[in-house]
């Protein structure tokens, strides 16, 4: 890439040449420049960096400056989840759940969000909430433990302040899945994720304050009285 042998970047440990080149990469990319930000993930890719395989399967599934491909994408985050890289787990585990670029097993996706969990990821541990929430059938076991277990993973991702979580956890708890019923705690994860700006979240505690005002704004009326009394 241009600007690659500029500072002495050469001569530095290859872990941060590829930092340098995946800064640079990123740059570039936010700034529109995809082209020349492929060449800079492809540079540090070719250094053995796990991040920069991510970057490039992101490009060949999103479409920047390239054809979208999702066999090559999943190709990409495999290369890179094989390599411990945490957020590309969880990448290849959307493909395993959405059949992107792969046929769809969620068998295999949860193993992938497993991996992503042990470093504590929060999107993995939310995707594992979901994975066991919707395709529980598929992964042969009950409807109740799969409630259960979607309870603990999105209470782990909450707890790290994934909004998203938040929200999946507060509809637990407003519903009593997986918990005991608690429309308060539910209540305050929703204004935990609305502040936040999720808008799901956002939408619900309107309703909530607008159902608040209307009950105020209704005047009690008094029922009269037996007339034997």
């Known amino acids: 890439p241009r600007g690659y042998e500029d500072v002495g970047v050469r001569n530095l440990p ?27 993930f492809l540079e540090a890719a070719m250094k053995g960096s796990a991040n920069a395989f991510n970057a490039v399967a992101v490009y060949y599934k999103e479409g920047h400056g390239y054809e979208k491909n999702p066999q090559k994408a999943f190709q990409w985050f495999r290369y890179a989840a094989e390599m411990g890289y945490a957020s590309a787990q969880r990448n290849l585990g959307d493909c395993y759940m959405k059949g992107y670029g792969v046929k769809e097993n969620p068998e295999e996706a949860l193993r992938w969000y497993l991996r992503a969990c042990e470093e504590e990821n929060a999107k993995a541990q939310y995707a594992v909430g979901k994975c066991y929430a919707e395709k529980y059938a598929e992964l042969k076991i009950s409807e109740k433990e799969a409630q259960n277990k979607a309870f603990e993973y999105y209470k782990q991702a909450a707890d790290q302040r994934l909004d998203t979580a938040q929200v999946a956890l507060a509809e637990y708890y407003a519903k009593g899945i997986g918990c005991e019923k608690d429309k308060d705690e539910a209540i305050e994860l929703y204004k935990k994720a609305a502040s936040q700006g999720n808008k799901d979240a956002q939408m619900i505690i309107d309703d909530l304050l607008k159902s608040q005002e209307h009950k105020e704004a209704i005047p009690i009326k008094k029922g009269k009285k037996n007339s034997a009394e």
């Open 14 to 40: 290859v872990n941060l040449v590829c930092s340098v080149l995946l800064e640079r990469g990123w740059l570039k990319y936010n700034s529109g420049k995809y082209d020349e930000a492929m060449e800079y």
